[in-house]
């Protein structure tokens, strides 16, 4: 038999992804986005995602096609996120899955939005090794996984965030400082020229106690909010990049102390980081120094792969194929709040 062609869709916040991946390897891609719709309300309008979804989802999955080279009749199975996200934009994706996969009549399978992003690595090094900790920090999480097979094995949330997500941090941080929407990349643009050192901003839940894997970024961005106010009340002219990158070293710090230490006391060789912070350079390079310091692997998919897509979910579908596992059929529902 030849090999399972599977189309992976993504649909579980502002990016609609169709992904097309046969035997571990990423054939080609569509994405689309409606980031630039949300930008006035400074973060994700799930009916406006919804919406944009739907327009987007036949041309974005053209483009995946003739990206990959393939006709949709050589589509063999179809995988698509059935949970977390936001419940309309879920449904859009997961209904357009769904009748995909019913007009070839081919399986379908559901997929975890979290498991989809630790199996994105996979398709720029290879398979993971036996174990590893996966950090995924975007606009919509923070969560440190410990990941065996990603397809025999349950995946171990260890923890995540108690308020705002690492991302999501940053875009708040940004409106404070009137940089604009998405906060990451023109915080890290501000925080090029500061000091990180120039404020002390709080580094929740550091020693952790009973929760060292759990983050907490709702109390810093009120004390950047606190900050800018005191020095605007004096009538001083705001540091913007002092303030920017000592954020952004409050925020690196945290997640490097707690991804490594959940490497070293489950006594593994590797750390994947993905999702759309992982384009923060502050981070990459902290990370990278750490990993370096305790001989330990980092790995980082190109950003394209570390932002929610459709070829991550493609990826863990075709694991799932090739383990030979149960299709979840037509009538699975989507679960907005599904946990691992
Ligand atoms: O994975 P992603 O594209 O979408 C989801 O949220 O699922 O991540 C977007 C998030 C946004 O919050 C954005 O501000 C953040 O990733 N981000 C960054 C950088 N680039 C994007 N955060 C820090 N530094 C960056 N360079
Ligand atoms: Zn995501």
């Known amino acids: 038999t030849s090999a399972p062609?599977?189309?992976?869709?993504?649909?579980?916040?502002?990016e609609t992804g169709f992904g097309i991946v046969s035997d571990g390897v990423l054939l080609g891609q569509g994405l689309a986005s409606s980031a630039r719709q949300h930008a006035e309300f400074g973060g994700v309008v799930p009916e406006i995602a919804a919406?944009?979804?739907?327009d987007a989802a036949v041309?974005?999955?053209?483009?995946?096609?003739?990206?990959?080279?393939?006709?949709?009749?050589?589509?063999?199975?179809?995988?698509?996120?059935?949970?977390?996200?936001?419940?309309?934009?879920?449904?859009?994706?997961?209904?357009?899955?769904?009748s995909i996969a019913w007009a070839l009549d081919v399986p379908l399978y559901g997929v975890h939005h979290l498991a989809g992003h630790?199996?994105?690595d996979t398709l720029e090094h290879g398979p993971l090794p036996d174990e590893s900790i996966v950090l995924i920090v975007s606009g919509g999480h923070t969560s440190i996984l410990h990941v065996r097979d990603l397809v025999r094995d349950p995946i171990v949330h260890l923890g995540d965030t108690l308020d705002d997500a690492a991302g999501e941090a940053f875009d708040k941080v940004a409106r404070l400082l009137g940089l604009g929407y998405p906060g990451g990349p023109v915080v890290s643009k501000a925080a090029a020229g500061g000091d990180p050192r120039a404020f002390t901003f709080p580094r929740a839940l550091m020693r952790g106690g009973d929760a060292p894997y759990m983050?907490?970024?709702?109390?810093?961005?009120?004390?950047?909010a606190r900050t800018v106010e005191t020095i605007e009340r004096d009538g001083a002219a705001v540091p913007?990049?002092?303030?920017?990158?000592?954020?952004?070293?409050?925020?690196?710090?945290?997640?490097?102390?707690?991804?490594l230490k959940a490497v070293r006391e489950k006594d593994l060789q590797t750390l994947v980081i993905v999702?759309?912070?992982?384009?923060?350079?502050?981070?990459?390079?902290?990370?990278?120094?750490?990993?370096?310091?305790?001989?330990?692997?980092?790995?980082?998919?190109?950003?394209?792969?570390?932002?929610?897509?459709?070829?991550?979910?493609?990826?863990?579908?075709d694991l799932l194929v090739r383990a030979g596992a149960e299709p979840s059929g037509l009538a699975i529902p989507a679960d907005p709040s599904a946990v691992l």
């Not at 919406?51 to 739907?54: F, N, P």
């Open 5 to 14: 062609v599977v189309l992976g869709v993504e649909s579980s916040c502002d």
């Open 51 to 54: 919406r944009a979804h739907l």
């Open 59 to 98: 041309p974005t999955l053209q483009i995946a096609l003739a990206d990959a080279g393939v006709e949709l009749g050589d589509i063999t199975h179809v995988a698509a996120t059935s949970g977390p996200g936001l419940a309309t934009a879920v449904h859009v994706g997961l209904a357009a899955a769904k």
């Open 118 to 120: 630790a199996a994105a």
């Open 215 to 224: 983050f907490s970024f709702s109390g810093l961005k009120t004390a950047v």
């Open 240 to 259: 913007i990049a002092d303030i920017a990158a000592s954020f952004e070293q409050a925020v690196v710090d945290v997640l490097v102390a707690k991804a």
């Open 275 to 317: 999702g759309g912070v992982a384009a923060n350079a502050r981070l990459r390079t902290s990370a990278q120094e750490a990993c370096d310091r305790a001989g330990i692997e980092l790995r980082i998919p190109p950003i394209s792969l570390c932002t929610d897509n459709g070829a991550m979910i493609a990826a863990v579908g």
